[in-house]
């Protein structure tokens, strides 16, 4: 593991931690064991030495009175003591042996009982003492420690849980600069600062394939909207030279150089998240402005609507009209579209087949690459979509008939 890691640091930190609260307990039990032993002592070292004080370990009934008084009992047969210290369950709580007559003196414990025993000069003796009062402090200290032990181990546990995603996060960040911007790791719906990361770097990576589908698509519209421009311009070059062919072919150098700036426009459009300036204009000024784009004759479109005013960004608005007149001109027998308004509604009628694939397939981007088809609705209704919802209108399409429509919906009302 790396030692600069976070996770390195967290994981010493954790140890250190855990060496330190076992340290603490084995200090602290040791201490309580200590006093116990102590209180053990002085509670029964007096009553040891009052039965010392028997000459010839005389043990008369008013000497076993006195200490059956301060509830004690003596035992003094073998068979009565052998029971209590060779008993597999009786636990030595004090031992003190004397280094020289190797006299023993010992504090058991049995069935919640304290027994004093002691052998001096051969004599073995055995006090029971019936008012036992152990303290259990000792079991208190070890559940407190065990509780203290299990929350470090359960903290650490979460919290290489809570930031295990930025191992997730890193390896993903990494794979941007390969232009992989599918970014769906950790939990994405978290409040924590590791999950509100992941939403900034996944917000990060969907701008920037934004930006990359606005290139590919500002090229590819570039390849395509110049294609008629230039097609006509090399026409213009082989007929005569006179006046009339010489303006129209300054008005495709112009038309070359309005699509250049429509294009910027369109890319500046899909790449961010601005909000668009927008007036009020009427229709027919619009139509008429997409139909100058496209460089199309007048009888192919049919205008039957009625020439509102609508509050929008006049040059994207117009692309997008243009390309609706487009598509609607080229997939059509006839090659005519009818323009009609309803409502607040603009839309775009031809004769031709209905779509093969739902509405919502065509916004997609390169769409058209599906079907191999060189010209198809895909990059254009990609553009149009997004123009309109900057606009605040949306596209729905439906058949009737034999008659494709696509109509402009407006979500909210802006016409006067």
């Known amino acids: 593991m790396n030692r600069q890691s976070i996770f390195f640091t967290i994981s010493v930190s954790f140890i250190i931690s855990i060496l330190l609260v076992i340290v603490s307990f084995l200090i602290l039990i040791t201490h309580d064991y200590r006093m116990q032993e102590g209180q053990l002592l002085d509670k029964y070292v007096p009553v040891m030495k009052m039965v010392n004080r028997q000459e010839n370990s005389s043990y008369d009934e008013e000497f076993l009175k006195s200490l059956a008084e301060i509830n004690y009992k003596l035992f003094t047969q073998m068979a009565d003591i052998n029971a209590i210290t060779y008993n597999p369950q009786t636990k030595i709580l004090v031992e003190k042996i004397h280094p020289k007559h190797d006299d023993i003196f010992r504090i058991l414990t049995l069935n919640d009982k304290n027994y004093i025993y002691m052998k001096k000069r051969g004599e073995t003796i055995l006090i029971e003492d019936n008012n036992t009062t152990n303290s259990n402090s000792h079991i208190y200290i070890t559940l407190v420690f065990a509780i203290l032990l299990i929350t470090i181990i359960l903290v650490y546990l979460i919290t290489l849980r809570k930031l295990m995603p930025l191992k997730i996060l890193k390896d993903k960040v990494k794979t941007l600069g390969d ?229 402009c919906k407006k979500d909210e009302s802006s016409t006067i």
């Open 179 to 407: 232009e992989n911007f599918d970014f769906e790791c950790c939990n994405l719906t978290g409040k924590d600062e590791v999950s509100l990361l992941a939403q900034e770097f996944k917000k990060s990576a969907e701008k920037l394939k934004s930006l990359k589908e606005a290139r590919n698509i500002f090229i590819r519209n570039i390849m395509h909207e110049l294609k008629t421009p230039i097609t006509k311009g090399k026409f213009l070059t082989q007929l005569e030279q006179n006046e009339e062919n010489n303006e129209k072919l300054k008005s495709v150098f112009n038309r070359l150089e309005s699509l250049i700036n429509e294009f910027a426009s369109i890319e500046e459009l899909i790449s961010s998240n601005k909000n668009i300036e927008k007036k009020f204009y009427y229709l027919d000024d619009v139509i008429d402005n997409a139909k100058d784009i496209l460089m199309i004759e007048d009888e192919h479109v049919i205008s039957k609507y009625e020439n509102k005013k609508l509050e929008i960004n006049f040059k994207l608005f117009s692309i997008a009209v243009k390309n609706l007149i487009d598509n609607a001109v080229k997939y059509s027998p006839n090659k005519e579209v009818i323009i009609r308004t309803q409502e607040q509604n603009i839309i775009f009628e031809n004769s031709g087949n209905e779509l093969k694939y739902p509405l919502e397939n065509y916004f997609e981007p390169f769409f058209s690459n599906e079907d191999k088809q060189k010209d198809s609705f895909g990059l254009g209704l990609y553009i149009i979509f997004n123009i309109l919802k900057a606009n605040n209108y949306t596209l729905e399409y439906e058949y009737l008939d034999g008659i494709n429509r696509f109509i």
